[in-house]
């Protein structure tokens, strides 16, 4: 049983810096990050194959966002710079068996609780 657990969330400013954890217990394979904004559908934000080597992110987030993972700690990280108030949503990290990532959340089996991500301009 893989279990996710998201860290790092909080309140910013438009422009501040953000790095979200998502500690990963358990084998896994490709890691995703995905987030919800208030009235709007979940949606993909990054993801890093199981291997780490491929990487893929969103347009609305590209050159300001990164994703990266530390084996030694078995963390995937999501780096946020460059914040945005359109940034603000729910940010949920999803793993599945599969080492390729996905950018569809039905793709995903294990999911963690989210963190809260709240920037103001």
């Known amino acids: 049983q893989v279990q996710l657990v998201e860290s790092g969330g909080g309140s910013a400013q438009a422009g501040d810096s953000l790095k979200l954890s998502c500690a990963v217990s358990?084998?896994?394979?490709?890691t995703g990050w995905f987030r919800q904004a208030p009235g709007k559908e979940r949606e993909f934000v990054a993801g890093?194959?199981?291997?780490?080597?491929?990487?893929g992110m969103a347009d609305s987030v590209k050159g300001r966002f990164t994703i990266y993972r530390l084996e030694s700690k078995n963390t995937v990280y999501l780096q946020m710079n460059s914040l945005q108030p359109d940034d603000t949503a729910v940010y949920f990290c999803?793993?599945?068996?599969?080492?390729?990532?996905?950018?569809?959340?039905?793709?995903?089996?294990?999911w963690g609780q989210g963190t809260q991500v709240t920037v103001s301009s």
């Open positions: 999803a793993s599945r068996a599969d080492p390729s990532y996905s950018r569809l959340e039905s793709q995903y089996t294990s």
């Open positions: 358990g084998r896994t394979g490709a």
């Open positions: 890093i194959s199981g291997s780490g080597l491929y990487r």
